[in-house]
């Protein structure tokens, strides 16, 4: 069973910044896309950044310069570097990877909570 280990969340006051990590326990799957998505309070969950094997991101157009997508294919590790948090950055983010069998694997979730 593929795990996926999540770290990072916390709290930080609004202008803060914190970096999410995810890694991936099966060694023995090829990952194609790593991505991550979130849960704001009363939101549907929603597409943070993804990033493919060979290095193409994806943002959502809102956090377009205060997010940083970055991965390690050899350590089967995305991570993910959050800047200048506000308040309704607050939520639950989820680690997701697609393998090559386009087969989609996610984590726990880990907790983001951005004071004002």
């Known amino acids: 069973q593929v795990q996926l280990v999540e770290s990072g969340g916390g709290l930080v006051e609004s202008g803060g910044s914190l970096r999410l990590s995810c890694v991936v326990t099966?060694?023995?799957?090829?990952?194609?896309?790593m991505s991550w998505y979130r849960q704001t309070p009363g939101n549907q969950r929603e597409l943070v950044a993804a990033?493919?094997?060979?290095?193409?991101?994806r943002y959502h157009d809102s956090l377009k310069g205060r997010v940083t997508i970055s991965r390690d294919n050899a350590k089967k590790s995305a991570s993910l570097l959050l800047n200048d948090l506000r308040p309704v950055d607050t939520g639950v983010y989820y680690c997701?990877?697609?393998?090559?069998?386009?087969?989609?694997?996610w984590g726990q979730g880990t907790q983001v909570t951005v004071s004002s």
């Open positions: 099966e060694t023995s799957i090829g990952i194609f896309i």
């Open positions: 990033i493919t094997t060979g290095g193409e991101t």
């Open positions: 997701q990877v697609e393998d090559f069998r386009h087969r989609l694997h």
